[in-house]
């Protein structure tokens, strides 16, 4: 399949033909949100499973349940991803939780109107760049990525799925009605996952004991996540994601990009980095 074969642009950004429909997006852009739905926002690669983890957990006051029966893409549904039209979300009781990779300014019209909370995961873009590198090379609904140099050129100039990584973040960043949105990174989960669960408690205003927090910490670690089948993909048929080649849960770190990325292409990605973001005031916790 050609490059062009394996996209849609949508919008001007792309997206893998294989899972979005024009009638998924459409679904997408009529989708009526509530004020209690539970938002959480991504750019591919940054954190997201990890956050249907840890949201449904929180929610459920510390009950495995539905992190165990359910796989995380039901339980926490991409709304643009085509096969959502088939959950039933209309029927779902509130608070629904619900995941979207979109930027802020591609969301549908009613949720500018209702002004659901989100959770915002952002994560290096280097660090994103190695992860989507890899899941590249095992999703056989996206384009292979080539040799590594290539790829760093398409993903500096947003030529893959879900588009520019700075295009993504900065409209995130830069929403209106920001009370309703809590801006968390990968590495804070990493550095400190207690406090980052008390902290989206919080925003979620559900009140927690301290031992749960913490039994919910432990169960969202990498090491354990990663026996979830409900949350690993290993239900998911490899021709669809080889995990032979590349596992979905990975490495699970902080700074992989230093064992992927030459010091050439580092520096390279810094200065695009620099010039890209040079206008944003947000104290990211890499920089
Ligand atoms: S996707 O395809 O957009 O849904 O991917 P996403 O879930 O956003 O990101 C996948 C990366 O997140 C890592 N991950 C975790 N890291 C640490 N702890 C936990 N519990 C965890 N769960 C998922 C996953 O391993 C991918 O990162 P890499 O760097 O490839 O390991």
Same mark, same amino acid.
């Given at each position: 399949?050609?490059?062009?074969? =394996? %996209? ?11 899972? %979005? ?5 459409? %679904? ?54 085509? *096969? ?6 209309? *029927? ?12 802020? &300014?591609?969301?549908?019209?009613? =949720? ?5 909370? #989100?959770?915002? #995961?952002?994560? &290096?873009?280097?660090?994103? =760049?190695?992860?989507?590198?890899? $899941? ?18 398409? +993903? ?5 799925? =879900? ?10 960043? &830069?929403? @209106?009605?920001? @009370? ?30 301290? @031992?749960?927090?913490? !039994? ?5 670690? +990498? !090491? ?23 596992? $979905?849960?990975?490495?699970?770190? #902080?700074?992989?990009?230093? &064992?992927?990325?030459? #010091? ?24």
């Amino acid at each position: 399949m050609t490059e062009a074969e =394996f %996209y849609t642009v949508y919008k001007g950004v792309y997206l893998p033909s294989r899972i %979005y429909s024009p009638r998924g997006l459409k %679904y997408f852009e009529e989708f009526s949100f509530r004020s209690d739905d539970i938002i959480i926002a991504t750019y591919p690669k940054s954190g997201t499973t990890w956050m249907q983890e840890i949201v449904p957990l929180i929610m459920s006051g510390g009950d495995p349940a539905p992190v165990e029966t359910l796989p995380n893409w039901q339980r926490v549904p991409w709304l643009e991803v085509d *096969q959502c039209r088939t959950f039933k979300l209309e *029927q779902r009781p509130s608070p629904r939780m619900l995941a979207t990779h979109f930027y802020y &300014n591609l969301m549908p019209p009613s =949720f500018y109107e209702t002004k659901p909370k #989100v959770i915002n #995961v952002m994560r &290096n873009p280097k660090d994103v =760049f190695t992860s989507s590198f890899h $899941f590249y090379g095992m999703a056989s609904f996206l384009v292979n990525p080539g040799p590594q140099s290539e790829f760093l050129h398409k +993903f500096l100039d947003g030529k893959v799925m =879900f588009g520019s990584w700075f295009d993504h973040v900065k409209s995130w960043l &830069n929403a @209106e009605d920001k @009370e309703h949105i809590m801006y968390i990174s990968y590495e804070e989960l990493i550095m400190d996952l207690k406090d980052s669960v008390a902290r989206i408690a919080q925003f979620l205003e559900k009140r927690l004991d301290a @031992e749960v927090m913490e !039994k919910i910490a432990e169960r969202c670690l +990498f !090491k354990n996540m990663k026996l979830n089948r409900m949350s690993n993909y290993s239900t998911t048929p490899r021709e669809f994601m080889d995990q032979t080649k590349s596992e $979905f849960l990975r490495k699970g770190d #902080v700074g992989d990009w230093k &064992n992927q990325l030459t #010091v050439a292409e580092a520096e390279h990605f810094d200065a695009a980095y620099k010039d890209k973001m040079k206008d944003v005031k947000y104290k990211f916790v890499w920089d």
